[in-house]
Structures are given as C-alpha cells and as structure tokens.
C-alpha cells in the first residue's frame, strides 16, 4: 500500500511547531530584557578610580539608588586593584571619612555592590574610596560628578 501525501503533512507539522517554539523562544528572552531595563538600577552620581599611594586602581564607580529606593555603592565590572593588605570601601567627602567606611573589599576585580547604611544621604559625599586600614593609607579613589 503506497502513502501519499502523508510525508509532506509530518513536514508541515514540524515546520509549524519549530516556529511556535522560536517565536515563544525569542518572547521569553524578551520579557527578561525589558524586566531589566524596569528593574535597572538609577545612576545619582559616579566617577572613575585613581590609584593612590603607589597603588594601580583603575574603573568606575558610582552610587545608586536601587528599586526599592536604597542607595548603593557600584564598582563596575571594569574594577580592579594591584593589592593591598586590608582594603576597605568607603565614602568621602574631599577626603576619606573613616565613619562612612561601607566594609571590606570582596575581591580585587569585577564589579561589587556595597549598601549605603540608611542613615546615609549621598549628597553628603562627593568620592569613593578604597582604604588600607591596616597601614591607614588610600589605594584609590573615585571623584563623583
């Protein structure tokens, strides 16, 4: 018994089905998309690091107010220190202020988030630090604009 016809269906079928699959494929990911642009983080200031005592800190960095309204401290994912005993993060405002310190330095690259203590306004600082406590010496900071 011959089948005619019956091939070119199963192909019409498929062919369908993978559209269906690509079409809701490429929403999905759209979806994601635009959930981070709403869930995106707003810029209130930010700078570039300048390396201190002898030190290479290089990247950017900025405050931010996050979408549920706190504030944060970004160092971006172009981030990066030559090394340091015992660096801290910190705010500043013409010069480190060691009761604005935001903790420890959680790695030596990359971008890192640091909350700013809700007792904090941003507009009281103007710099990003990044502090040896040990030797009580700057590693590098970033001026905001």
């Not at 498929?14 to 995106?40: E, H």
């Not at 030559?82 to 690259?109: H, I, T």
Request: aromatic residues 8%.
């Amino acid at each position: 018994m011959k089948r005619v016809g019956r091939k070119p269906l199963i192909k019409i079928y498929s062919i369908t089905i993978m559209k269906i699959i690509i079409t809701l494929a490429v929403l999905f990911i759209a979806s994601f998309a635009s959930i981070d642009r709403v869930l995106a983080d707003e810029v209130i200031t930010s700078g570039t690091f300048v390396g201190k005592s002898d030190h290479v800190t290089k990247g950017g960095a900025s405050i931010e107010q996050d979408a549920d309204g706190n504030y944060i401290v970004v160092l971006g994912e172009d981030f990066s220190l030559d090394g340091a005993p015992d660096p801290k993060v910190g705010l500043g405002k013409d010069g480190y202020k060691k009761n604005a310190e935001l903790g420890k330095l959680e790695k030596k690259k990359g971008k890192q988030v640091y909350s700013i203590p809700a007792n904090f306004d941003p507009a009281d600082f103007n710099e990003i630090w990044i502090w040896c406590e040990r030797f009580s010496v700057p590693l590098g900071v970033a001026k905001l604009s």
